[in-house]
Structures are given as structure tokens and as C-alpha cells.
């Protein structure tokens, strides 16, 4: 009889100690994939709109900084602040913090050879 209870309480604490490393386990995977998706998503997707994000100017802000900061990967920052100066209908290179600028994120529409068209 003792015996029997032994293994009654040996199969329960068997069956907690499961269930506490599956919510254990499932709580690490949900975890793991907010944290995928996180780093996976650009900061700004939010604020994301069409072909550009909206971008709020900083004290120390440049075009160059926003362009290497916002703009898409692996294109000549040169035409990136083209752009920036097209969509934003800036004369100068001028910016003034709290000011909105949208910085494109595809560079389909715009080529640094308009600039001296």
C-alpha cells in the first residue's frame, strides 16, 4: 500500500514538473519570436508610409546622418539626400529640429542624374 502511494506521488510530481517545463519551454519560445520579430522589423515600420518614413529632426540632425539612419541600405547616400531634398521640397540643406522630413525608402522615382537635369 505505501508503495503505491510512493509511485502515485512519484507519477504526480512526474506530471507538474512536465507541465511546469512546457509552459516553461512555450513561454521561452513566445519570448524568442518577439524577439525575431523585433530585431527583424526596422524601428521605423510604423510610421512607415508608401515609399518613405516620416522622420522627426533632431538637434544635430543632417541630411547625411538621416540618410545613412533612415534611408535604404546599400544606396549612395548622395542620392538619398537628392531625394530627401525632392520629396521635401527643400531649397537648403537647412534643417530645423521638430521639423517632419520624409525619407524614401525605395529609390525607384529618383536618380542622383535628375539633380543636374
Partial sequence: MRSNKKRNL???????????????????MAAGWR????????????????????????????????????GPAGIDRRQVIYAIRVINSLDSVQLNPGKIVRIPVCLAEYTFEQQWE
Avoid at 514538473?17 to 519551454?25: C, G, H, K, P, Q
Avoid at 523585433?38 to 518614413?53: C, E, G, I, K, R
Fill in 10 to 28: 512519484s507519477v504526480k510530481k512526474g506530471l507538474i514538473t512536465l507541465m511546469v517545463v512546457t509552459v516553461f519551454s512555450l513561454t521561452i
Fill in 35 to 70: 524577439i525575431i520579430q523585433f530585431f527583424s522589423t526596422p524601428l521605423w515600420a510604423a510610421n512607415q508610409t508608401d515609399n518613405y518614413v516620416e522622420v522627426m529632426v533632431k538637434k544635430g540632425d543632417t541630411l547625411w546622418s538621416l540618410a545613412g539612419a533612415h
